[in-house]
């Protein structure tokens, strides 16, 4: 979740509770054979288990939201809708699905504050500057300005080549100090999903500030193991926590559950990169070749 939301009472974050309804039953037989466990998830292969919300987002009472859904930055959720697709930065949605009836401002307002991003400043800038945000001309007329490409450093050509030459473009940002991380299921995945002639690349961010222990190693080995049929991984070396060049040239971003991700995933809609999350079901996370 962003910054600076407002929610409502008695919300429902449905997450890995879908059944296959392609099979002959929807019916979880699975739970009464061969559980070893409890397992609410029945079917992991159609279950996404992340909801992402933006910043500056308003949910009325009572509203559901299911596993996959991304709010963008600014949308308002009516009181008792049932969201299932992703919503649109600066909409209004309401009813059960929930649907867009309208948008906060016209595009050319929304396209500037999503270049501000003001939920990113300092706590002390934005109470400073709290008369404009009552004023969306005004404001936008203090702090837009025209988006300025970055300079393109060798990673980022790279990653233009690749791309011109038919590739796929993973880009994932570890979460190696995390409790609950998701970083070994990435890396198995992939390399479950891929080889060697896959055009297919997973660039993994190693910045300066991040763990450089046992979790490379540990994927140093797991690479070594999968031997010439391995597919392309290439690490990034940063002073920061992620690129914004390197995350606009990807196809695909990658989330965990850390913060880091819910930023990324703010600059990624700027450009219309793909998300996936890295607990995902593999199917779900990579893309086979043949599709």
Known sequence: MGRYCALGHRLTFELGLNHDYHRVTTYPFEDLTDRKEPQIN???????????????VWIGCDVMILGGVRIGNGAVIG???VVAKDVPPYAVVVGNPARVVKYRFDEETIAALQRIKWWNWQEEKIKANLPLLKDPVRFIAEFAAPREDEPADETVAMMRALR????????????FDAEEAVWQHVIDSYIETYCAADKTALLLHRAASMSQGTAWAAIAARLEEQGEETPLLLAYDAEEAF??????EADVFVTTKEDISSQCV?????????????????????????D
Not at 42 to 56: A, L, P, S
Not at 164 to 175: E, T
Not at 243 to 248: A, F, G, K, N, T
């Open 42 to 56: 029945h079917y992991d292969h159609v279950n996404r288990k992340q909801i992402i919300i933006g910043n500056d």
């Open 79 to 81: 009181a008792r809708s």
């Open 164 to 175: 011109a030459d038919g590739y796929k473009i993973y880009y994932f940002v570890p979460d």
């Open 243 to 248: 690129s914004i060049p390197v995350l606009r």
């Open 266 to 290: 703010d600059y990624a809609a700027d450009t219309g990169v793909i998300i996936r999350y890295g607990l995902d079901h593999r199917t779900l996370l990579f893309d086979s070749c043949c």
